[in-house]
């Protein structure tokens, strides 16, 4: 099967720095990517990991280790606007993403 | 760029009605479309994944003669949910990818309601 899983929910007050972590198995590996999903809204791009290592996007950070099957998004000097959740996607074969089950961060003053 | 649109945006419908969601990338050409079904806080799932004049291929478990999925042209995929009942209730999202890039576009997706 091939499942990614996220802690459900991530807790963090404004200004601070948080990680959300995903840990994947799948059948056929071609990179992780990274969206963020407001309620009732369309998941947006974030960034995407091919290799392994860091990449960096203004306050958001993504990393892969494929041989620890691991990533994580760093989000940091977070703001109120940042409450949302977020997804980490596998791509595999044909194109496809494979959904992470998503995580529930909550920005607080 | 990179834009694509849904409509309807909402849609309530009776149980054994049929409702089409169309899917249009809006400034790119889509080498590819993918229809998601996402549950209140749940994650995406994927349906199936339509070619231009391809049949589209569904995900495992997902029923082909309920979802019926066309992809008539380069800017357009529709799904059609027939004989829709109330578990059909969920949040369609559309996306679509351009050959020859990774990322995929996502459509600001459909409420579906069904009473």
């Known amino acids: 099967g091939q499942s990614l899983e996220q802690p459900s929910e991530v807790t963090a007050v404004e200004g601070a720095i948080v990680q959300i972590n995903c840990t994947y198995q799948?059948?056929?590996?071609?990179?992780l990517s990274w969206y963020q999903q407001h309620d009732g809204g369309a998941p947006t791009f974030l960034s995407y990991n091919a290799l392994d290592g860091l990449e960096e996007t203004g306050r958001f950070s993504s990393f892969l280790s494929r041989s620890d099957s691991y990533g994580y998004l760093l989000l940091q000097e977070l703001q109120m606007k940042d409450s949302a959740s977020y997804f980490c996607?596998?791509?595999?074969?044909?194109?496809?993403?494979?959904f992470g089950t998503g995580t529930r961060l909550l920005v607080s003053p | 760029g990179a834009v694509v649109s849904q409509h309807p945006s909402w849609v309530i419908c009776k149980s054994g009605t049929s409702v089409k969601i169309e899917c249009r990338s809006l400034?790119?050409?889509?080498?590819?479309m993918f229809w998601y079904r996402q549950f209140p806080k749940q994650s995406l799932m994927l349906m199936a994944t339509?070619?231009?004049?391809?049949?589209?291929?569904?995900e495992q478990g997902v029923e082909k003669d309920k979802f019926l999925i066309n992809h008539a042209s380069l800017t357009l995929s529709t799904l059609t949910v027939t004989s829709a009942h109330p578990e059909d209730s969920s949040f369609y999202i559309c996306?679509?990818?351009?050959?020859?890039?990774?990322?995929?576009?996502f459509g600001p997706g459909t409420r579906l309601t069904v009473t």
């Open positions: 996306s679509a990818r351009e050959d020859p890039g990774y990322e995929q576009y």
């Open positions: 339509s070619n231009e004049g391809s049949k589209a291929t569904y």
């Open positions: 996607a596998a791509h595999t074969g044909f194109q496809k993403l494979v």
């Open positions: 400034d790119f050409q889509a080498t590819t």
């Open positions: 799948t059948s056929g590996f071609y990179g």
